[in-house]
């Protein structure tokens, strides 16, 4: 089991520049979440979908868009970049809202 | 104020030392907790939850005090390889999952 992966590890882009960060999981898991973290600011969540087919503004969702594609697979889309978006952003996944998450390894965004 | 508030640290400790950190939480709507534990430039892992009644994980005791909302880490006889990042995590119900900012721990030979 390959756990949660993410794709790519890491981005430059410019600014007003879009971006498709994806990630997939591989334990059948029900519940899926992105998050980002930046120093001193410990781990925040953007966006989560509770099962197929549903997904939920977190803490900080402006700027940002999801897509639950299937169970397995959670993309989370920069339409137009900002600076403001550099990041390590980490997806993780969940058998349901009370259980363990398990988070992929990041992608780091660095915005220009 | 942030709603979970952590000691940033960093803790340098040496080997076998015993350590611990604290974590307090603002809302008293948060019914579950854990430590999650971040290695450099690496993903989050969980380390274990924190029952009511405390709990206990080889050298690692977990406590968690609702009328202070405040929880606790003890790390006994500490080794190289718990150097980390702790991370205090509070959910809130469904799918509010606050987590702290981090307390950094070094421990050295």
């Known amino acids: 089991n390959a756990g949660v992966t993410q794709t790519p590890k890491f981005q430059v882009l410019k600014t007003g520049q879009s971006m498709t960060l994806q990630c997939a999981q591989d334990m059948n898991h029900n519940s899926m979440y992105w998050y980002r973290q930046d120093p001193g600011m410990g781990l925040r969540l953007i966006y989560y979908s509770a099962s197929e087919g549903t997904t939920d503004k977190g803490e900080v969702p402006n700027g940002y868009n999801v897509s639950r594609l299937n169970k397995r697979e959670f993309s989370l889309r920069l339409e137009s970049a900002a600076p403001s978006q550099t990041s390590v952003y980490f997806c993780?996944?969940?058998?349901?809202?009370?259980?363990?998450?398990?988070f992929g390894p990041g992608t780091r965004l660095t915005v220009l | 104020r942030k709603e979970v508030e952590q000691d940033p640290g960093p803790f340098n400790v040496p080997e076998g030392a015993t350590v611990a950190f604290n974590c307090t939480y603002s809302n008293s709507a948060s019914q579950s907790f854990f430590w999650y534990r971040q290695d450099c430039r690496k993903e989050p892992k969980l380390l274990m939850s924190?029952?009511?009644s405390g709990n206990e994980d080889g050298r690692f005791t977990a406590q968690l005090n609702r009328a202070s909302q405040y929880i606790s880490l003890l790390i006994r006889d500490s080794k190289l390889s718990d150097s980390a990042t702790y991370l205090c995590v509070a959910r809130r119900g469904g799918f509010k999952t606050i987590f702290g900012a981090g307390t950094r721990l070094f421990v050295k030979a």
């Open positions: 993780a996944s969940s058998e349901s809202q009370n259980n363990e998450q398990f």
């Open positions: 924190v029952y009511s």
